[in-house]
């Protein structure tokens, strides 16, 4: 909680501030990985650097941060702050690295504001910062604990013992460790980071859910991104065109927010394009547990042949007893037994009732289909989604 004199500085200068924060991330960003490189070597995302979404990102956590400590004081910012530490867990950022954030973060508040950045105001927006880096760091603290590990200690070496093509852009891959030790659980939903050396000697690392796993092996699929001569698709791009059975890829532990809830509700799966993984890692759940549960997977791609995993989701909805799925193309469709033309439209379809809605996919299918959920009925509170780069949605949905 603010203290009263920081609240009412921070409530007299939000707007300010809010104004002021894509320049001061920029410009914190910039500053920072200019002076300290090596945090661009398997920590920072350079595509996200290079897009603007990392600093967009970042400005957005911390204004709705700075509204939830003004508008809701007695309430914990876990719900808020969850995902960015999932993300953070695996990423294995450490304690010790919220220090250096401070330090250019601050520097850029002032060198932005200018004269407005008095000592109160500095002082006040320090409160805010500490508040949040601390609640981050204690919900990794406890994720960290849950997985056996500290900050840091995430990664682990497994190799490719399968490659399966399921589109021409689309690969699975099924991963096996190198060593010995246990494996981490992990729960429907959840992704890992792999960390690859790319061409230019520089370490980069990239989000992509578990889409299955028995014994001793755990799947991933990664779907090459065409992002011309940026960074953004650099590390899908080598996974999928050169990793091969025998490989030796750096994976971390799993992590993620964004899981398959127990109980006896209804399940909705809602997905686009690569965001059908983690609902595939739901119904494989499911198909495990012959779950009775109704479920209804809808998904929106490009067409009947980019729909990756499109066989394997139809096999698994049906091996439960109580599940459907519907399909949507661009191309494709109408007619022809695989699916329906055109965008996904919920009002097509007869949603079962005190349902657990979960998204993936592109952040304006997300916007899209949530709001048409909202207009059919769907309590905002039961929509869960995931995203794989900075969450521009944070605060705003």
Not at 49 to 65: D, H, K, N, V, Y
Not at 201 to 207: D, I, K, N, S
Request: charged share 25%; aromatic share 6%; glycine share 8%.
């Amino acid at each position: 909680m603010l203290s009263t004199e920081s609240a009412a500085t921070v409530r007299a200068t939000i707007p300010v501030v809010a104004d002021a924060l894509d320049t001061i991330t920029a410009r914190f960003y910039d500053t920072m990985l200019g002076e300290r490189p090596e945090l661009l070597d398997g920590l920072f995302n350079r595509g996200n650097q290079s897009s603007g979404e990392q600093r967009r990102a970042l400005a957005g956590s911390i204004a709705a941060f700075a509204a939830l400590l003004l508008d809701h004081p007695d309430e914990r910012p876990d719900a808020l702050l969850s995902r960015i530490a999932h993300k953070h867990v695996s990423l294995g950022v450490t304690e010790d690295q919220y220090v250096i954030v401070h330090r250019y973060l601050f520097d850029a508040i002032a060198h932005t504001l200018g004269d407005a950045a008095t000592p109160d105001v500095v002082r006040a927006w320090d409160e805010v910062y500490w508040l949040m880096a601390g609640s981050l760091i204690a919900l990794e603290a406890r994720v960290y604990a849950s997985r056996g590990h500290s900050g840091g200690e995430v990664w682990r070496s497994w190799r490719v013992a399968d490659r399966r093509q399921e589109t021409s852009d689309t690969a699975s891959l099924t991963l096996e460790p190198e060593d010995d030790a246990p494996l981490p659980d992990f729960e429907p939903g959840q992704y890992v980071s792999v960390q690859l050396l790319m061409p230019d000697g520089v370490r980069q690392a990239r989000q992509y859910s578990l889409t299955g796993g028995d014994g001793k092996r755990r799947r991933i699929t990664v779907k090459r991104l065409n992002a011309g001569d940026t960074p953004a698709g650099e590390v899908s791009t080598l996974l999928h065109d050169t990793v091969v059975p025998g490989d030796t890829l750096t994976v971390s532990t799993p992590a993620g927010d964004v899981t398959l809830a127990e109980g006896d509700h209804p399940v909705v799966l809602v997905s686009a394009g690569i965001g059908c993984t983690p609902m595939l890692a739901m119904l494989n759940r499911l198909a495990e547990q012959d779950s009775a549960r109704t479920v209804l997977a809808l998904h929106a791609d490009r067409s009947p042949e980019d729909h990756a995993h499109r066989e394997e989701t139809a096999a698994l909805v049906d091996a439960l007893s109580d599940a459907s799925a519907r399909n949507w193309y661009e191309t494709g469709g109408d007619g022809d037994g695989e699916g329906d033309r055109g965008l996904m439209d919920i009002s097509t379809v007869d949603l079962p009732e005190n349902a657990d809605v979960y998204l993936c996919g592109p952040l304006p299918f997300m916007r899209n289909v949530r709001a048409q959920m909202i207009d059919a009925g769907v309590p905002a509170r039961r929509i869960r989604y995931e995203v794989f780069g900075p969450d521009l949605w944070l605060g705003a949905n």
